[in-house]
Each structure stands twice: as C-alpha cells, then as structure tokens.
C-alpha cells in the first residue's frame, strides 16, 4: 500500500522555522522525484520546491527561494522541507508528491500525494 505521510508542521510566529518531513512506503522512493505543494485558503494548489530522484537537483518557487531548502534521504525514504524566515503568507497546508521518474503520467507513470500537513504563520 502506498502511503506518503507528512509531519512537522503546526503554528509558528513570523520569522520562525519549521521542518517538514514526508515518509514515504509502498513504492520504490528512490525512482521517484519529490515535490512539496502548499494550498492556502481560497487558492489553488501551488509547487514550492522540488528534488530529482537522484543527482540532487532542486527547483524553487520564486517566493521561497533562500528561505526554504528541500532535500531527501533516499535510505530513510524521506524528503525534507527546511523552512525558515517564515511569512504569513506561507500558511497553507504541505503536500509531498511523489512522481515516476522515469515513466511520464501520460504513458502510465505513476504519482501520489500526501495527505498534507497545516502550517500557520501568526502572531
């Protein structure tokens, strides 16, 4: 079974830091690339930071770049979301996403999604 289960996140004032984590089973993690997405209230789903399968190569939205920092461990099959300098507007809830990097999803490759975590920005 599939299962991708994020942790970390919670209520942080502003300038803060906050880790998430996302452990992921049921499927084989090092052939998958790693994404993290927010949802904030009233907004579509947005990508915040992505990791490849391997070689370490990473991919920012522009309004978290130099303060977030994804990473992973391939051996714990778990990816990481180091957040600091925390605003406001990065309240959301965080989603992990997992995608085939191998098989692209119109021809069958696979991807799952957590099942998010909230983080609240305030004072």
């Known amino acids: 079974q599939v299962q991708l289960v994020e942790s970390g996140g919670g209520l942080v004032q502003p300038g803060g830091s906050l880790r998430l984590s996302c452990v992921a089973s049921g499927f084989t993690f090092s052939r998958h690339h790693m994404s993290w997405y927010r949802q904030a209230p009233r907004k579509e789903r947005e990508l915040v930071a992505g990791t490849s399968n391997i070689g370490g190569r990473t991919n920012y939205a522009d309004s978290v770049k130099g303060r977030f920092t994804v990473s992973r461990d391939n051996a714990k099959n778990t990816v990481y979301l180091q957040m600091n300098s925390l605003k406001p507007e990065d309240t959301a809830v965080y989603y992990c996403?997992?995608?085939?990097?191998?098989?692209?999803?119109?021809?069958?490759?696979?991807?799952?999604w957590g099942q998010g975590t909230q983080v609240t920005v305030s004072s």
């Open positions: 996403k997992a995608t085939d990097a191998y098989v692209p999803a119109v021809r069958g490759g696979n991807s799952y």
